[in-house]
């Protein structure tokens, strides 16, 4: 949203007020985020029944993907991408262009990602899960909770 906002155009609005949300996306779009380690225990989580799966692995499988590829983009302070566009960024830079994402992760994460688009298996997502549970410095036999839900 602050990306639309900081680089798009209106049609119609009052000045002022435009400038003034410009200058509040630009400060939320270099804003570190706060490092959330239950982005991690939902990947574990996912990733868990997707390998529990003996029927339909299709919708696990493509669970666990999108909350790898939502955990390793925010803890690494990337814009978290709309669902239903995840592949296509991916796949198509000039389709990033379009949208103006500035900054992108290009490393063995991005490759990780598309092999788990066009070669969709276990072995490749075996790959990911462990490259970003190993980024995130993630181990579920140290994960505590640290407040009671009530």
């Given at each position: 949203?602050?990306n639309m906002i900081l680089n798009g155009k209106l049609l119609y609005g009052n000045p ?9 996306a630009l400060k939320a779009i270099n804003k570190k985020n706060e490092y959330d380690i ?113």
């Amino acid at each position: 949203m602050a990306n639309m906002i900081l680089n798009g155009k209106l049609l119609y609005g009052n000045p002022k007020v435009v400038e003034r949300l410009k200058r509040k996306a630009l400060k939320a779009i270099n804003k570190k985020n706060e490092y959330d380690i239950m982005k991690y225990y939902r990947c574990w989580d996912a990733y868990e029944d997707y390998k529990a799966c003996r029927h339909h692995k299709d919708m696990p499988y493509y669970l666990c993907l999108k909350y790898l590829i939502e955990a390793y983009l925010y803890n690494n302070d990337y814009f978290i991408l709309p669902e239903n566009k995840i592949e296509r960024f991916f796949k198509d830079p000039l389709y990033r262009e379009k949208y103006q994402i500035p900054k992108f992760p290009q490393n063995i994460f991005n490759e990780l990602v598309k092999n788990c688009f066009n070669h969709p298996n276990k072995d490749n997502l075996d790959k990911l899960y462990e490259f970003v549970i190993n980024d995130g410095k993630f181990n579920i036999n140290d994960f505590k909770i640290k407040e009671k839900i009530k």
